[in-house]
């Protein structure tokens, strides 16, 4: 029985090689890219999630990496900021905007904080990402439809976390404040989607527009590269 080959990876045409010691380098080296976008970060008064740079970088990583080295990286920046390495998005007192430098980033357990549901999210996009890509869905108009997925694999946990939050009416240890009383709404969906999901659409769908467009044309100026070779 004759298989089908599958289409090569992004970072396997860039960086070519094999080997244990370069996929974990390749694993460290994106979680640290994520780490950085994270402190590209908005700060909404109703809210306790950011809206920062970090969707872009998960989708990219999934989508250059393939699947298990992409949800590898973003698995190890969520390890990175549970035990204590400060590499998640600015705390929720911090400045209005925030964009890398002075380094402000945070650590927490990701149950321990309102945006720990996204952060589990971003190892599923990752991984979701990673496998259509490894299908051949990063390059073509079908690259769309693979970061929109990814895009929705990660509200899905993190509005559910969000939500309990919301609703269990318990004051938030890290906070200092009843989470359900900081945002407006009438009840907790109405609540939840306030606070975790209508102020990041058209943000996210601008970074889905850029991750859409820049491995596609990675692909493009290999192939004009290889032709001028």
């Given at each position: 029985m004759q298989t089908t080959a599958r289409p090569p990876i992004l970072i396997d045409i860039v960086l070519p090689g094999r080997g244990l010691a370069r996929d974990v380098a390749l694993i460290v080296g994106f979680s640290i890219l994520v780490a950085v976008f994270a402190q590209i970060a908005l700060r909404l008064p109703f809210t306790t999630v950011p809206l920062t740079g970090q969707t872009l970088a998960v989708l990219l990583a999934g989508g250059t990496l393939?699947?298990?080295?992409?949800?590898?990286?973003?698995?190890?920046?969520?390890?990175?900021?549970?035990?204590?390495?400060?590499?998640?998005?600015?705390?929720?007192?911090?400045?209005?905007?925030?964009?890398?430098?002075p380094w402000a980033g945070t650590s927490s357990a990701v149950w321990d904080i309102t945006s720990g549901g996204y952060i589990v999210g971003f190892?599923?996009?990752?991984?979701?990402?990673?496998?259509?890509?490894?299908?051949?869905?990063?390059?073509?108009?079908?690259?769309?439809?693979?970061?929109?997925?990814?895009?929705?694999?990660?509200?899905?946990?993190?509005?559910?976390?969000?939500?309990?939050?919301?609703?269990?009416?318990?004051?938030?240890?890290?906070?200092?404040?009843?989470?359900?009383?900081?945002?407006?709404?009438?009840?907790?969906?109405?609540?939840?989607?306030?606070?975790?999901?209508?102020?990041?659409?058209?943000?996210?769908?601008?970074?889905?527009?850029?991750?859409?467009?820049?491995?596609?044309?990675?692909?493009?100026f290999i192939g004009r590269t290889r032709k001028d070779k």
């Open positions: 393939g699947a298990w080295r992409g949800a590898g990286a973003l698995s190890l920046y969520m390890v990175w900021g549970t035990i204590g390495i400060p590499v998640f998005a600015p705390s929720a007192t911090g400045d209005f905007l925030h964009f890398v430098l190892v599923i996009a990752a991984f979701l990402v990673g496998r259509l890509a490894e299908r051949g869905w990063d390059r073509g108009w079908r690259v769309t439809v693979a970061m929109l997925i990814g895009n929705i694999s990660l509200y899905i946990p993190g509005l559910l976390w969000l939500g309990y939050l919301i609703s269990s009416g318990n004051l938030n240890a890290s906070l200092g404040f009843n989470l359900a009383e900081a945002i407006p709404g009438e009840n907790t969906l109405d609540k939840t989607l306030v606070g975790g999901l209508y102020p990041f659409i058209l943000g996210d769908l601008i970074k889905l527009y850029i991750a859409a467009i820049v491995l596609p044309g990675a692909w493009a």
